[in-house]
T-cell receptor
Framework: SQKIEQNSEALNIQEGKTATLTCNYTNYSPAYLQWYRQDPGRGPVFLLL?????KEKRKERLKVTFDTTLKQSLFHITASQPADSATYLCALDRSQGTDKLIFGTGTRLQVFP | DAGVIQSPRHEVTEMGQEVTLRCKPISGHDYLFWYRQTMMRGLELLIYFNNNVPIDDSGMPEDRFSAKMPNASFSTLKIQPSEPRDSAVYFC?????????????????FGPGTRLTVL
């Protein structure tokens, strides 16, 4: 069955360092992958989308890579700040190019001053 | 735009009661999604609509759950009868696919969620 794995353990890093979050998937050939941020008590907020034919995408301090051979996406936050503390979810289209998303369980990031 | 609006924000009910959750998507969006989030299972897609038509309801857990979208600006998710295992946060999300751009635009905008507790 289709499966997405994210670091279940919380990631604690010091302010100013680069945070790297991992999203691995199996039994999939997604057309795209998305990253969302979720704060406690709120709905997820879209951050970035990367398509299967793209290796890397950047937006301000955020960078996403997508390796369809390894079936893995890495999400980087450079020069991290305490305000970046949140849970980060990756999501893939459930079947090629559809709007049905399957979400990972998320990784909680804590940035300490 | 106010974003996706959901009501109520919190609902506490007793087992066996009917529960109705409401959603107003962002104006102009043609897709609407209902999700459920729990600690154990994470964020799960229940059903989604395109242009008010249900496209896929394979995530709806059982016949006790039903969803409707009578028009482009309103959708409901109903649970009847409710059970304690239905306790979760229910999110509604909407999106807009820009077909003219030649590729899909799939960013989903989530509402604040409804926290449902069934006693």
């Amino acid at each position: 069955s289709q499966k997405i794995e994210q670091n279940s353990e919380a990631l604690n890093i010091q302010e100013g360092k680069t945070a790297t979050l991992t999203c691995n998937y199996t039994n999939y050939s997604p057309a795209y992958l998305q990253w969302y941020r979720q704060d406690p008590g709120r709905g997820p907020v879209f951050l970035l989308l990367i398509r299967e034919n793209e290796k890397e995408k950047r937006k301000e301090r955020l960078k996403v890579t997508f390796d369809t051979t390894l079936k893995q996406s890495l999400f980087h936050i450079t020069a991290s700040q305490p305000a970046d503390s949140a849970t980060y979810l990756c999501a893939l289209d459930r079947s090629q190019g559809t709007d049905k998303l399957i979400f990972g369980t998320g990784t909680r990031l804590q940035v300490f001053p | 735009d106010a974003g996706v609006i959901q009501s109520p924000r919190h609902e506490v009910t007793e087992m066996g009661q009917e529960v109705t959750l409401r959603c107003k998507p962002i104006s102009g969006h043609d897709y609407l999604f209902w999700y459920r989030q729990t600690m154990m299972r994470g964020l799960e897609l229940l059903i989604y609509f395109n242009n008010n038509v249900p496209i896929d309801d394979s995530g709806m857990p059982e016949d006790r759950f039903s969803a409707k979208m009578p028009n482009a600006s309103f959708s409901t998710l109903k649970i009847q009868p409710s059970e304690p295992r239905d306790s979760a946060v229910y999110f509604c999300a909407s999106s807009f696919r820009d077909w003219r751009a030649g590729s899909s635009y799939n960013e989903q905008f989530f509402g604040p969620g409804t926290r449902l507790t069934v006693l």
